[in-house]
């Protein structure tokens, strides 16, 4: 169980959950920065997005350090921990291409104002992503593994 | 290796693939038949993601015939095939995703002549990423276990 880097309990799961934690509460602060993401649909799912999968990383950071603490193995949570991260990187994946090819015509179509922001915002959510994704593999391969 | 529904060089495993090369050529279809989808970019990369996942899974499926005529096992090749899937899979999401974004976009601005048919060719995409989905988590199940 203690063999793969990023299983939970561990110093490297801690950082996974870490780096998801920043580059999501990041790409929330970008997007929230922006004059009028409220008006439009894309933007607002992807901030819910990003909010969630900060809730549920901070979670996870909070679980790691306790089972770290107090030496508690967390192998009984494997199974709910893969669901989770699947769930959560599928969002993910989906709100980031959506704002990806939504900026990307307002590209085209002119650009004003705030699209650097949006650029930042979704480069974030899919660096986001790629950390959760990495995530969501390991927890299965220790569901299955293990 | 033959237990698990959807293994390839089965009845079911075929069957699975076929569902992804009539959902993926559908929606090449209906992409295709609007009059200007080659002015946006998102359009395009759904027609590549969707071309390229009809390829995949046309080839999976002459394979599956294949095994199931000349009685072969294709475990070897379960590797492979759980790593084609998953990029498949991923890259259908992120073109059903940003087609999605951009559609609903179109329609808050007034939408002009071929939405319906954009909004069919994304829901046959989202149905084919579905069946493409389970097929790589069969794969990656079997690559794991077996």
Not at 16 to 32: D, K, V
Request: with cysteine.
């Amino acid at each position: 169980m203690k063999d793969l880097p990023g299983t939970p309990g561990t110093l490297s799961g801690l950082f996974l959950r870490f780096l998801q934690c920043l580059f999501a509460s990041l790409s929330i602060m970008y997007i929230a920065s922006t004059a009028n993401f409220i008006r439009y649909t894309v933007y607002r799912y992807l901030a819910v997005a990003m909010s969630f999968q900060l809730l549920w990383s901070l979670s996870l950071a909070c679980l790691d350090v306790y089972s770290m603490v107090t030496k508690n193995c967390l192998h009984d949570l494997v199974r709910l921990f893969a669901t989770g991260d699947w769930l959560t990187a599928l969002l993910s994946l989906a709100a980031s291409s959506s704002s990806a090819g939504v900026t990307i015509l307002f590209y085209i179509g002119g650009c004003s104002g705030d699209c650097t922001k949006y650029q930042m915002a979704i480069f974030l959510a899919f660096m986001s992503w790629i950390t959760i994704e990495t995530s969501a593999l390991i927890m299965f391969w220790l569901l299955i593994s293990g």
